[in-house]
């Protein structure tokens, strides 16, 4: 069955260092999702692609984050520099378009200290 | 613009009692709704969606829902909770097909707690 793939699971670094996710996608699907889940929460959408293109990233803070999709397939999510409150489940989704039921990864937790 | 709102945190039932976890939904456009299930230091898992059609929905581990328009509602319910069940359920909106562009907006969930 098609998963989609995120590395690392687990990463812990010192504040004020960079560090960056990465996910891999179901093949074929066009759209893809950085989401952010803190320790009792529902997830918050960071950043959401279509094929290449960001369709929205208002929630994505963009002093200290960034994300690409250059070929339309796997993304990648940077932090730099990392700050405490960063501290969370950073979460990678896709589905076959928009508005269509996304698949999660296993999401990567980071804690920064 | 769309928006969830779960009633209750927290939901506990025995084993084999019925669940119910509420969700409202807020859409300007006609949504689609979801169901996940997130288990500890996981992804979420969808159970069940609502499209179009019929507004009972049936979905994995004998869950189901009801899209009620006029309640805005798509409340998640199972006849019998089984031990497994223990898990934070997500309710979910996003605009449907023909709608553009919309958010997948997830609620803050509600942790189910089954008791032996």
């Known amino acids: 069955e098609a998963e989609v793939a995120q590395s690392p699971r687990y990463k812990i670094t010192e504040k004020s260092q960079a560090v960056a996710f990465w996910c891999d996608p179901i093949s074929g699907h066009a759209t893809l999702y950085w989401y952010r889940q803190i320790l009792g929460q529902g997830p918050e959408l960071l950043v959401q692609?279509?094929?290449?293109?960001?369709?929205?990233d208002s929630q994505l803070p963009k002093d200290r984050f960034s994300a690409e999709r250059l070929k339309g397939v796997d993304s990648t999510l940077k932090i730099q520099p990392a700050e405490l409150g960063d501290s969370a489940m950073y979460l990678c989704?896709?589905?076959?378009?928009?508005?269509?039921?996304?698949?999660f990864g296993q999401g990567t937790r980071l804690t920064v200290v | 613009a769309q928006s969830v709102t779960q009633l209750g945190s927290h939901v506990s039932v025995s084993e084999g009692a019925l669940v119910l976890l509420r969700c409202n939904y807020s859409s300007s456009v006609p949504p689609y709704l979801f169901w996940y299930v997130q288990y500890p230091n996981q992804g979420l898992q969808l159970l069940l969606k609502y499209t179009t059609g019929a507004t009972l929905v049936k979905g994995i581990n004998g869950f189901e829902a009801e899209f009620k328009k006029s309640e805005t509602s798509f409340h998640l319910t199972k006849p019998s909770a089984h031990m497994s069940d223990a898990a934070e359920y997500f309710c979910?909106?996003?605009?449907?097909?023909?709608?553009?562009?919309?958010?997948?907006?997830f609620g803050t969930g509600t942790r189910l707690l089954v008791s032996p």
């Open positions: 979910a909106v996003s605009g449907s097909m023909n709608t553009g562009f919309q958010k997948l907006v």
């Open positions: 989704a896709s589905s076959l378009r928009e508005n269509t039921e996304a698949f």
């Open positions: 692609f279509q094929d290449e293109s960001v369709v929205d």
